[in-house]
């Protein structure tokens, strides 16, 4: 009961924020200079012709008439055909999906396992410390500054000039050639754990370093605990509070396809679908996608605030 | 009182620095200070006074910026500056308990009071065993308590757990600061009565920081007022509060609701107090003083025994005078 008290608010504010991505991701492709039409038939083309297309796609009516008939056609669990295809895009999505979550999927614990851990030590160190700087500072500022895109071509070239183990594109499934598969997905995998690896250890940091100086640490230093009970007991729970939210941010930003690094490797997931419909100006494509990237992102991100209400009885008991 | 055998608590020459960052500030200036085997001690003082940083000293509990620079605290004859972590948690295991300001805060707000408790007691107590220690505190209920995570209890109950927490392995010594500085004022007096009932049952000795000099005196054998950094009048409650021999306790007991006729106006201490960045060379109460003469501004006050009390002050003669006349009148 208090649950579903907690939680008809923020479904209710789930809805509206669908409702505004729906209506930007429509807008936004419809005001891209340059139509389906001109993709598919040049430059050099009669506006005959293109009238033809725009009728046959419903291109020629008012943009709230078309803007409606998709989000009815969606109610409906029909998400549109490629037009560059003609299959249907929720299928092609639902494809590729698995290889999308796969990646999202090694760069999280790559994330977790590195940053979480070296956030705890270095928050640790520093509240026990006079200066208050650190290199774990240092490594989360450089790691959230380096744009994917810069990380990625330096892996690319270092590991083109010594193939070493790894092989960028040429994917396979993992249930097909789990070996080969790793070969093709470490390294994209890899590329996107480092904004991770630095966003949860300096989210990390930080929430450590507070709670390290809130009255019930020094309460449990002063019974005498060891420091390595205060650490299990004490701040693991109290400093996971804030890193629950931007593990659901991060995780919810990886499973939206990661469009940089897909496209960079050649991994067959979301993004690199995505993109491709955008570069086509395939409508049904961008939309559903972006739409149920956004969907996926929502729901995950309603899923911490379950979890953040486990963990702190505070929140769900608050008014 | 058992002032013959070796005291509890023994403090010397203590001086304690914290570091800004941009400046030094010297929190405790030459203190020296003794707790004996059961007995109740309250150390009273404005904030600022030194009295916490007094406090936690003896558990070694200071924030990294603090920076002890000479003197020696022994509590329970473990050297608290210089023994190594493990010796001093085992002494703050074995022989301390601390009850903080702010019982909310001092909870962990992620874990129920029935595993918090049971980690307080050490091993693995049965839960008949928190209950009965729970009731030992003077909370009815105690299996719902147990449940409970610390948001869900008034601050007056969160108090009362922490009070079990602190007395759960039963210290020698018990420090308290500020016990019921956040707790209504109606259930401050039941609060203390709790802590007093429990170390006079058990034996320990209580040390009691607080601001507040007349709830104090009702629950305490002896006071030390701490001004600056340093002890300045320290004796048996009934005659520190009865005759006070130093101004500032004086200002302090005029400055404080308790027992003023009707019509007498409460008269706060003027100025503020001091922030001393180094030695002082004079005495500290000095600028505030209405007693003061040429040589508190030039002249450190030493330590001296004066009217069955330890004193720090050149004027301790002229303090007491002044309040013979006008008292002896009321009687």
Redesign the interface.
């Known amino acids: 009961m208090r649950l579903a008290a907690y939680l008809l608010p923020r479904i209710l504010a789930a809805l509206i924020t669908l409702f505004g991505v729906s209506v930007l991701v429509f807008l936004s492709l419809r005001l891209l200079p340059g139509g389906y039409a001109d993709i598919l038939l040049g430059p050099f083309v009669t506006p005959e012709a293109r009238a033809v297309i725009a009728q046959r796609y419903g291109l020629d009516q008012p943009l709230v008439v078309q803007y409606l008939r998709w989000v009815w056609a969606m109610l409906g669990g029909d998400f549109g055909v490629s037009m560059v295809t003609q299959r249907p895009v929720i299928a092609e999505l639902l494809r590729r999906a698995p290889v999308t979550l796969q990646l999202a999927l090694i760069a999280l614990a790559v994330a977790l396992a590195v940053g979480y851990p070296l956030g705890v030590i270095s928050g640790v160190r520093a509240?026990?410390?006079?200066k208050r700087r650190d290199f774990g500072r240092v490594v989360g500022a450089m790691g959230a500054s380096v744009p994917d895109f810069v990380l990625g071509s330096v892996l690319i070239f270092v590991f083109s000039v010594w193939s070493l183990w790894f092989r960028v594109g040429g994917y396979v499934p993992f249930g097909v050639d789990p070996v080969g598969n790793l070969r093709t997905m470490l390294l994209p995998g890899l590329t996107l754990s480092v904004f991770g690896v630095a966003l949860i250890l300096r989210t990390t940091r930080d929430a450590v370093l507070r709670v390290m100086t809130?009255?019930?640490i020094?309460?449990?230093?002063?019974?005498?605990?060891?420091p390595g009970a205060i650490i299990r007991?004490?701040i693991l729970?109290?400093a996971a509070i804030p890193v629950v939210t931007v593990v659901a941010t991060y995780f919810g930003f990886l499973l939206g396809g990661a469009v940089i690094v897909e496209v960079l490797f050649s991994v067959p997931g979301v993004g690199l679908y995505i993109f491709n419909g955008l570069l086509n100006r395939d409508y049904a494509i961008v939309q559903a996608g972006v739409l149920l990237a956004a969907v996926v992102f929502i729901t995950i991100n309603m899923l911490a605030d379950v979890l953040y209400a486990l963990?702190?009885?505070?929140v769900g008991?608050a008014r | 009182m058992t002032a013959m055998t070796a005291p509890l608590v023994d403090i010397a020459d203590l001086v304690i620095e914290y570091?800004t960052g941009t400046r030094q500030v010297r929190a405790i200036d030459g203190a020296a200070l003794q707790v004996f085997e059961d007995e109740t001690l309250a150390i009273v003082g404005e904030s600022g006074s030194g009295k916490t940083t007094l406090g936690m000293a003896a558990?070694r509990?200071l924030p990294?910026?603090a920076r002890v620079l000479g003197g020696r605290i022994h509590v329970a004859d473990v050297d608290v500056s210089d023994a190594d972590d493990d010796a001093l948690?085992?002494?703050?295991?074995?022989k301390?308990g601390?009850v903080?300001q702010?019982p909310t805060?001092?909870?962990?707000?992620?874990?129920r009071i029935g595993r918090q408790v049971a980690?307080?007691m050490g091993g693995r107590p049965a839960p008949e065993a928190i209950a009965e220690l729970l009731s030992r505190a003077e909370l009815n209920e105690p299996q719902r308590i147990l449940r409970a995570?610390p948001?869900?209890l008034s601050g007056g109950m969160a108090q009362r757990v922490?009070i079990a927490?602190a007395i759960a392995r039963s210290p020698q010594l018990l420090i308290a600061d500020e016990p019921t500085a956040s707790l209504d004022a109606s259930i401050r007096e039941k609060v203390m009565a709790t802590l007093g009932r429990l170390r006079a049952e058990s034996g320990a000795s209580l040390v009691i920081l607080s601001h507040d000099l007349r709830m104090i005196a009702r629950h305490a054998d002896r006071v030390a007022v701490m001004y600056g950094g340093r002890i300045v009048e320290l004796g048996a409650v009934g005659q520190v509060m009865q005759a006070p021999a130093h101004p500032y306790t004086r200002a302090l007991l005029a400055a404080a609701a308790g027992n003023e006729r009707p019509g007498e106006r409460l008269r706060p201490i003027p100025g503020t107090p001091p922030i001393l960045e180094s030695r002082c060379e004079a005495c500290a109460y000095a600028p505030r003083c209405a007693f003061r003469e040429t040589r508190c501004e030039t002249e450190r006050p030493e330590p001296r025994a004066f009217a069955g009390r330890e004193v720090v002050c050149h004027r301790a003669e002229a303090v007491i005078a002044a309040d013979q006349s006008p008292r002896q009148e009321a009687r």
């Open positions: 509240a026990s410390r006079r809130e009255p019930h020094t309460a449990a230093v002063a019974r005498g605990a060891t007991r004490h729970r109290n963990i702190d009885p505070r008991a | 570091d558990g509990l990294p910026e948690r085992r002494l703050r295991h074995d301390l601390f903080f702010n805060t001092a909870l962990d707000p992620t874990m980690l307080a995570f948001h869900e922490v927490m």
